[in-house]
Protein backbone atom coordinates (compact mmCIF):
# COMPACT_ATOMS: atom_id res chain seq x y z
CA UNK A 1 0.00 0.00 0.00
CA UNK A 2 1.08 3.58 -1.13
CA UNK A 3 3.08 4.90 2.56
CA UNK A 4 1.15 8.69 1.06
CA UNK A 5 -1.84 7.18 1.21
CA UNK A 6 -2.07 6.06 4.48
CA UNK A 7 0.02 8.87 5.86
CA UNK A 8 -3.31 11.25 4.41
CA UNK A 9 -5.64 8.79 6.32
CA UNK A 10 -4.10 9.68 9.10
CA UNK A 11 -4.49 13.28 8.80
CA UNK A 12 -8.14 12.42 7.96
CA UNK A 13 -8.69 10.41 11.30
CA UNK A 14 -6.74 13.29 13.27
CA UNK A 15 -8.27 16.08 12.06
CA UNK A 16 -11.85 14.59 12.49
CA UNK A 17 -11.07 13.57 15.86
CA UNK A 18 -9.87 17.05 17.13
CA UNK A 19 -13.29 18.39 15.28
CA UNK A 20 -15.21 16.19 17.36
CA UNK A 21 -13.13 17.01 20.59
CA UNK A 22 -13.92 20.32 19.79
CA UNK A 23 -17.66 20.22 18.88
CA UNK A 24 -17.47 18.12 22.57
CA UNK A 25 -16.17 20.52 24.11
CA UNK A 26 -18.37 23.33 23.23
CA UNK A 27 -21.24 21.15 23.76
CA UNK A 28 -20.25 20.38 27.36
CA UNK A 29 -19.65 24.07 28.03
CA UNK A 30 -22.87 25.21 27.15
CA UNK A 31 -25.33 22.83 28.91
CA UNK A 32 -22.88 22.79 31.65
CA UNK A 33 -23.77 26.31 32.19
CA UNK A 34 -27.49 26.11 31.44
CA UNK A 35 -27.15 23.86 34.24
CA UNK A 36 -25.60 25.83 36.71
CA UNK A 37 -28.02 28.46 35.38
CA UNK A 38 -31.07 26.45 36.17
CA UNK A 39 -29.29 24.62 39.68
CA UNK A 40 -28.77 28.48 40.88
CA UNK A 41 -32.31 29.81 39.60
CA UNK A 42 -33.70 26.59 41.68
CA UNK A 43 -31.28 27.49 44.77
CA UNK A 44 -31.94 30.94 45.06
CA UNK A 45 -34.35 32.29 48.03
CA UNK A 46 -37.42 33.91 46.50
CA UNK A 47 -37.86 36.77 49.27
CA UNK A 48 -41.11 38.16 47.45
CA UNK A 49 -42.55 35.28 48.01
CA UNK A 50 -42.48 35.12 51.77
CA UNK A 51 -45.53 36.85 53.18
CA UNK A 52 -45.77 37.07 57.22
CA UNK A 53 -49.06 36.26 58.26
CA UNK A 54 -51.20 37.25 61.42
CA UNK A 55 -54.27 34.89 62.31
CA UNK A 56 -55.93 35.88 65.30
CA UNK A 57 -56.78 32.98 67.43
CA UNK A 58 -61.22 32.61 66.94
CA UNK A 59 -61.16 33.92 71.17
CA UNK A 60 -62.43 37.29 71.85
CA UNK A 61 -61.41 36.65 75.73
CA UNK A 62 -57.70 35.66 74.15
CA UNK A 63 -55.95 38.73 73.13
CA UNK A 64 -53.09 35.95 71.81
CA UNK A 65 -51.78 36.53 68.34
CA UNK A 66 -49.70 33.91 66.57
CA UNK A 67 -47.26 34.76 63.96
CA UNK A 68 -46.88 32.24 60.79
CA UNK A 69 -44.47 32.54 58.06
CA UNK A 70 -44.88 31.17 54.82
CA UNK A 71 -43.03 29.93 52.10
CA UNK A 72 -44.69 29.91 48.50
CA UNK A 73 -41.29 28.87 46.72
CA UNK A 74 -42.46 25.04 47.21
CA UNK A 75 -45.99 25.13 46.36
CA UNK A 76 -47.60 24.48 43.42
CA UNK A 77 -50.16 26.06 40.98
CA UNK A 78 -53.19 24.70 43.36
CA UNK A 79 -51.63 25.03 46.76
CA UNK A 80 -50.69 28.72 45.65
CA UNK A 81 -54.59 29.27 45.23
CA UNK A 82 -55.12 27.65 48.07
CA UNK A 83 -52.99 29.76 50.45
CA UNK A 84 -53.59 33.44 48.68
CA UNK A 85 -57.68 32.47 49.30
CA UNK A 86 -56.80 31.85 52.59
CA UNK A 87 -55.01 34.98 52.84
CA UNK A 88 -57.20 37.05 51.03
CA UNK A 89 -60.06 35.65 53.74
CA UNK A 90 -58.06 36.39 56.76
CA UNK A 91 -57.32 39.77 55.35
CA UNK A 92 -61.43 40.56 54.99
CA UNK A 93 -62.13 39.37 58.34
CA UNK A 94 -59.79 42.18 60.10
CA UNK A 95 -61.49 44.40 58.04
CA UNK A 96 -64.93 44.14 59.97
CA UNK A 97 -65.41 44.29 63.15
CA UNK A 98 -67.68 42.15 65.08
CA UNK A 99 -69.82 43.09 68.65
CA UNK A 100 -69.02 39.79 70.50
CA UNK A 101 -71.99 39.68 73.81
CA UNK A 102 -71.92 36.53 75.64
CA UNK A 103 -74.73 36.36 78.93
CA UNK A 104 -74.15 34.38 82.23
CA UNK A 105 -71.15 32.44 80.24
CA UNK A 106 -70.08 29.96 83.15
CA UNK A 107 -67.03 29.04 81.43
CA UNK A 108 -65.32 28.36 78.05
CA UNK A 109 -64.82 30.54 74.98
CA UNK A 110 -67.34 32.92 73.23
CA UNK A 111 -66.38 33.45 69.56
CA UNK A 112 -68.04 35.53 67.47
CA UNK A 113 -71.72 35.61 68.63
CA UNK A 114 -73.37 38.27 67.50
CA UNK A 115 -75.76 40.24 69.11
CA UNK A 116 -78.15 41.64 66.42
CA UNK A 117 -81.58 44.27 67.08
CA UNK A 118 -82.60 44.99 70.32
CA UNK A 119 -80.45 45.94 73.22
CA UNK A 120 -80.66 43.28 76.22
CA UNK A 121 -82.83 44.55 79.03
CA UNK A 122 -81.25 47.00 81.73
CA UNK A 123 -82.84 47.62 85.72
CA UNK A 124 -83.52 51.09 84.84
CA UNK A 125 -84.92 53.66 87.65
CA UNK A 126 -88.61 53.17 86.17
CA UNK A 127 -88.73 49.60 86.59
CA UNK A 128 -87.06 50.16 90.39
CA UNK A 129 -89.74 51.93 90.92
CA UNK A 130 -92.07 49.81 89.82
CA UNK A 131 -90.66 46.50 92.04
CA UNK A 132 -90.40 49.10 95.26
CA UNK A 133 -94.26 49.25 94.94
CA UNK A 134 -95.45 45.66 94.16
CA UNK A 135 -92.71 44.51 97.41
CA UNK A 136 -94.00 47.03 99.46
CA UNK A 137 -96.34 45.70 101.37
CA UNK A 138 -93.93 42.11 100.96
CA UNK A 139 -90.96 43.30 103.08
CA UNK A 140 -90.00 40.65 105.78
CA UNK A 141 -90.95 37.54 103.16
CA UNK A 142 -89.34 35.76 100.95
CA UNK A 143 -89.49 36.68 97.42
CA UNK A 144 -88.20 33.78 94.75
CA UNK A 145 -86.88 34.76 91.62
CA UNK A 146 -87.12 32.96 88.88
CA UNK A 147 -85.89 32.89 84.54
CA UNK A 148 -86.70 30.75 82.01
CA UNK A 149 -84.46 27.93 81.38
CA UNK A 150 -81.84 28.67 78.31
CA UNK A 151 -82.68 32.21 78.14
CA UNK A 152 -79.12 34.50 78.63
CA UNK A 153 -80.94 37.86 78.72
CA UNK A 154 -83.31 36.64 81.08
CA UNK A 155 -80.94 35.13 83.55
CA UNK A 156 -79.17 38.35 83.38
CA UNK A 157 -81.80 40.23 83.88
CA UNK A 158 -83.32 38.77 86.68
CA UNK A 159 -79.54 38.68 88.28
CA UNK A 160 -79.83 42.43 87.95
CA UNK A 161 -82.93 42.47 89.88
CA UNK A 162 -82.12 40.10 92.39
CA UNK A 163 -78.98 42.08 93.44
CA UNK A 164 -81.49 45.46 93.54
CA UNK A 165 -83.86 43.86 95.67
CA UNK A 166 -81.07 42.46 98.20
CA UNK A 167 -80.05 46.01 98.41
CA UNK A 168 -82.93 47.33 99.24
CA UNK A 169 -83.30 44.98 102.36
CA UNK A 170 -85.58 42.24 100.56
CA UNK A 171 -85.10 38.39 101.48
CA UNK A 172 -84.31 37.21 97.86
CA UNK A 173 -84.30 33.13 97.03
CA UNK A 174 -83.04 32.40 93.38
CA UNK A 175 -82.28 33.04 90.82
CA UNK A 176 -83.88 29.83 89.78
CA UNK A 177 -84.19 28.33 85.73
CA UNK A 178 -87.38 26.86 84.91
CA UNK A 179 -88.75 25.16 81.79
CA UNK A 180 -92.65 26.53 81.15
CA UNK A 181 -95.12 24.16 79.03
CA UNK A 182 -96.62 27.50 77.00
CA UNK A 183 -94.02 30.68 76.24
CA UNK A 184 -93.34 33.03 79.00
CA UNK A 185 -92.74 37.05 77.61
CA UNK A 186 -91.85 39.68 79.66
CA UNK A 187 -91.83 40.12 83.57
CA UNK A 188 -94.32 38.57 85.74
CA UNK A 189 -95.35 39.13 89.32
CA UNK A 190 -96.96 35.96 91.34
CA UNK A 191 -98.58 37.61 94.47
CA UNK A 192 -99.52 34.12 95.92
CA UNK A 193 -96.19 32.47 95.27
CA UNK A 194 -94.67 36.09 95.99
CA UNK A 195 -92.49 35.42 92.76
CA UNK A 196 -90.74 37.36 89.84
CA UNK A 197 -90.86 35.41 86.66
CA UNK A 198 -88.79 36.91 84.03
CA UNK A 199 -89.22 35.29 80.45
CA UNK A 200 -88.01 35.99 77.17
CA UNK A 201 -87.31 39.32 76.42
CA UNK A 202 -90.75 41.11 74.52
CA UNK A 203 -89.62 42.87 70.81
Given at each position: ?60 TIG????QTI ?8 QLK ?122
Amino acid sequence: MNPNFLQTICQYVVAIGIILTAIGGLGSYYYGKKADELKNATLTPITQNKINVVSPLNSPTIGKVENQTINYNNLNSKQLKSELKKENSENEKDNHKVNVTSYNQQGGITANQVNIGSQPRILNLEVQNQLLQILESKKGQKITIVSIMGDGEAFSFATQIKNYLIEQGHIISGVDQSVYTEPVMGQIFNPERLEIIIGTKNN
